[in-house]
């Protein structure tokens, strides 16, 4: 093996979305996909200390080719300071750790929520709920957060948004990946460079 990849990410949800956008990736594009790993930090308060721990303890000496460290966060809670972690240092750690590491950064504009509403169409389908264009802008009225976007469907369809493991499998089913891998969004071109041959 030449190199792993090795993905951190927030939480279930952006886990179980990778594992299928990538799934997506080799097919859509017809591309190989590097050997990778998904590791959920469950907060973005554990890339803090616990990230590092993970990769000394599961990667650094079993792999000794190349490590290629990708870290997903959602932008939304970095607006106000404090922020919850100080990327840079932690890149730095990283790097300190073992000099076949190298970082980039998965950073998601917003939420998770935003780039599922990228297809919106199979979130209806989802819900069985149909809308036309003009109904969803009156539908979201003034709201701006992809979150509460969802939410507001959720509802529509006479579901609650829990952001659970099982419904977004379910979910993601309906979903047409293409439009993600197509939408030319830093995060997936960032992700598609480092995880394909």
Known sequence: MEEIVIIFVEGHGENIFFKKLIEEIKVV???????????NMKSIGRF???????????????YKCKK???????????????????????????????????????KVEENLEDLLLLDIKGIMKFL??????????????SLERGSDK???????GSRIY?????????????????KIINADLHCINVLIEKITY
């Open 29 to 39: 594009l017809k591309k190989q996909i590097k050997p990778y790993e998904i590791e």
């Open 48 to 62: 803090k200390n616990k990230a590092l721990r993970i990769y000394k303890n599961r990667y650094k000496d079993k």
């Open 68 to 106: 290629i460290v990708l870290f997903n966060y959602d932008s939304d809670v970095f607006k106000e300071k404090p922020y919850p972690v100080d990327w840079k240092e932690i890149e730095k750690k990283f790097k300190e750790s073992d000099k076949n590491c190298t970082v980039d950064y998965l």
């Open 128 to 141: 069985k709920i149909k809308k036309s264009d003009n109904e969803l802008k009156i539908l979201f009225g």
């Open 150 to 156: 969802i939410k507001l469907l959720f509802r529509e």
């Open 162 to 178: 829990t952001k659970n493991e099982r419904e977004l499998e379910e979910l993601l089913e309906h979903f047409d990946m293409k």
